[in-house]
């Protein structure tokens, strides 16, 4: 069975501070994404990362994706308040037909 | 425009009505999916579909359907209803069967009374 686990869960961080999330899973996959979602709202699309190897940045946000270790790390640079959310991984697996997302790292920017 | 959509946005029902939800997606996807995301935020895939066909289809209970009368639409018939249902549902799409990058709908939040 396919599973997603993100840690941490919870991230409390002051602005200007730099963090990580990381995200782990348990079967080959090279397909990993991560998803943000404000409060009562829906999911938004961050990262698609395909590869080993790859690397996306998008503002203070940076995703990478380590096939061999089955790992994706999404760092946050000089956090500001508009990033508090939950951020959601997600991986695929095509011949499972299966789709499994992590249980969210719900972020809180502090001024 | 809006890309996948869904309604109602609220629901409020009794135990034991049926009920639907619908959902549309303008992007020309080819793939649609249903997830409930419970109180803890946690989501779970329910169902996907693609080109009519029913390509997973997850361990939940068969009062639950999908239904998809074309490639732009997948709704949900939900049927004797139970509190353990209350939660948001979204609605999904992705270009392919092959899961991929995907598209959210607003979701609809279930309340059963």
């Known amino acids: 069975e396919l599973k997603v686990e993100q840690n941490p869960l919870f991230l409390s961080m002051q602005e200007g501070k730099n963090y990580t999330i990381y995200c782990n899973y348990s079967?080959?996959?090279?397909?990993l994404y991560w998803y943000r979602q404000d409060p009562g709202k829906s999911l938004e699309s961050l990262f698609v990362?395909?590869?080993?190897?790859a690397v996306k940045q998008e503002g203070r946000l940076m995703a990478s994706l380590d096939t061999k270790a089955r790992l994706s790390t999404l760092h946050i640079t000089a956090a500001v308040h508009d990033l508090s959310a939950t951020y959601f991984c997600?991986?695929?697996?095509?011949?499972?037909?299966?789709?499994?997302f992590g249980a969210g790292t719900r972020l809180t920017v502090k001024p | 425009d809006t890309a996948v959509s869904q309604t109602p946005k609220y629901l409020v029902t009794q135990m034991g009505n049926d009920k639907s939800i619908k959902c549309e997606q303008n992007?020309?996807?080819?793939?649609m999916y249903w997830y409930k995301q419970d109180s803890k935020k946690f989501l779970k895939i329910m169902f996907s579909?693609?080109?009519?066909?029913?390509?997973i289809n997850e361990t939940v209970p068969n009062r639950f359907s999908p239904k998809s009368p074309d490639k732009a639409h997948l709704n949900l018939h939900i049927n004797s209803l139970e509190l353990g249902d209350s939660a948001v549902y979204f609605c999904?799409?992705?270009?392919?069967?092959?899961?991929?990058?995907?598209?959210f709908g607003p979701g609809t939040r279930l309340t059963v009374l």
């Open positions: 999904a799409s992705s270009q392919d069967y092959s899961f991929g990058e995907q598209f």
């Open positions: 079967t080959t996959s090279d397909r």
């Open positions: 990362l395909l590869s080993n190897g």
């Open positions: 997600a991986v695929d697996s095509v011949n499972n037909n299966d789709m499994r």
């Open positions: 992007l020309g996807h080819d793939t």
């Open positions: 579909y693609n080109n009519k066909e029913l390509i």
